[in-house]
């Protein structure tokens, strides 16, 4: 008699699904905001854009070559890291920027640490604050969109920092980035698109990311330059980097807390710190620095949220 018990090590069940796949539906889903950056701001979004991402595929790939590591650049995350960097820069930033900048997201936001799955920061990030470090006169200068004029021209959230008349500005044209801002994140239509598909397909949940813009939103509610409840919530979340940064880069598998409800401790974290320095802080924009922050804290906000093992008290 034939034995057809088969005993096999995990995992029992498979899905069709690879970090390639994964890595590069992402970069598929920020598409839409790429083009609709670059009809923005015209040409010189691309060059930027194609620059970030090249100096992070060489990096990486030079980088494991001389470690004598597994070349990996085909994997998609590199390539994600060039965009989401790309994505906050100003358009008219010198050539060297994105391409220094993407470097050191690669090489001390990611490969010091061991490269893919064991960083503790978003690289991007790690690139983008080191940039705003060393060169902040290029990295707060913004080029109004060229459907306008091609001057330069403050971000709404710095015209609000410094008590200018906002009047000029609509929501529609916050929603649709006819504003001053970086190449990814002014088209908030164009950044709702790609989040819609990551939902829709199960790599992302809604938890992070609508907490974290929720409490933004709220603080910038309660506490408004006019007195209690005055402020105008919907300007907040409709300006600066916090869609392109609640959706696309707190929601980092690598860097954020695996489980629900740690995740949703996670936004409340995010939006409080952005929150705090949008309101009191001398920045008028604080996303980068509030999910930089939360990463360092997404370990202990693991162990303390992880779920019961089953069969267990």
Not at 143 to 158: E, G, R
């Amino acid at each position: 008699m034939t034995n057809k018990l088969i005993v096999s090590v995990s995992p029992h069940l498979h899905i069709n699904e690879s970090v390639r796949k994964i890595m590069w539906l992402v970069v598929l889903s920020l598409v839409p905001a790429g083009l609709a950056g670059v009809f923005i701001f015209g040409p010189q979004a691309l060059w930027v854009i194609l620059l970030s991402v090249a100096s992070a595929l060489v990096t990486e790939g030079v980088l494991q070559a001389l470690t004598k590591g597994k070349v990996t650049i085909s994997d998609g995350s590199a390539f994600l890291t060039g965009l989401l960097l790309a994505y906050n820069l100003p358009a008219d930033v010198p050539f060297w920027i994105p391409v220094v900048g993407s470097a050191f997201s690669i090489a001390i936001g990611k490969q010091v640490f061991g490269g893919l799955g064991q960083n503790i920061f978003n690289p991007a990030l790690v690139g983008r604050v080191f940039l705003m470090a060393s060169w902040p006169r290029y990295m707060t200068i913004f080029t109004k969109p060229m459907i306008y004029d091609a001057v330069t021209q403050a971000t709404p959230l710095a015209l609000l920092k410094e008590n200018k008349i906002l009047a000029h500005i609509s929501y529609w044209d916050l929603f649709l980035g006819k504003r001053g801002g970086c190449i990814g994140e002014v088209c908030i239509l164009a950044l709702l698109l790609g989040a819609i598909f990551l939902l829709s397909r199960g790599y992302i949940s809604w938890h992070i990311p609508i907490t974290y813009i929720f409490i933004v939103g709220l603080f910038a509610y309660v506490f408004g330059p006019g007195g209690f409840f005055t402020g105008d919530w919907l300007f907040h979340i409709l300006s600066g980097g916090l869609v392109l940064g609640a959706f696309f880069m707190a929601t980092d598998y690598v860097t954020s807390p695996l489980t629900q409800k740690g995740q949703i401790i996670f936004g409340i974290g995010c939006g409080l710190i952005t929150a705090v320095i949008r309101l009191w802080g001398g920045y008028p924009e604080g996303v980068s620095y509030a999910i930089l922050m939360m990463n360092a804290a997404a370990p202990i906000i693991d162990r303390y949220t992880r779920n019961r093992i089953y069969g267990t008290k």
